[in-house]
């Protein structure tokens, strides 16, 4: 079972920057992890995913904008978020899994989520 904790959700003005870490513990090893997120009213959406290897993917929608990156030496994961704007407002979430499963963005391993808020 892996544990994932979430961290750094504000709330911030439009062309802020921040940035969510996620702490991973317990004893399997997942090939992969990423970032979500789920605005009111909307479906959850995969934003982000690194790979064992260091191999990135990022929606369209953040592309540019958002980087992840991951510290394995502390087993965290983050999202540097800048250039933020309102529709950036959701629920963001960490997940964790085996490569296939976060590809399909069906991860079984989930945090219990950080809000970002992005407002003037």
């Known amino acids: 079972q892996v544990q994932l904790v979430e961290s750094g959700g504000d709330s911030v003005r439009p062309g802020g920057s921040l940035r969510l870490s996620c702490v991973a513990s317990?004893?399997?090893?997942?090939?992969?992890m990423g970032w979500f997120r789920q605005a009111p009213g909307k479906e959850r959406e995969k934003i982000a995913t690194i790979d064992v290897s260091g191999g990135t993917t990022y929606a369209d929608a953040v592309k540019g904008r958002f980087t992840i990156s991951k510290d394995n030496a502390r087993n965290t994961l983050y999202l540097q978020m800048a250039s933020l704007k309102p529709e950036d407002t959701a629920m963001y979430y960490c997940?964790?899994?085996?490569?296939?499963?976060?590809?399909?963005?069906?991860?079984?391993?989930w945090g219990q989520g950080t809000q970002v808020t992005v407002s003037s």
């Open positions: 997940a964790a899994d085996d490569y296939f499963r976060m590809a399909r963005g069906i991860p079984r391993y």
């Open positions: 317990g004893g399997r090893n997942t090939d992969s």
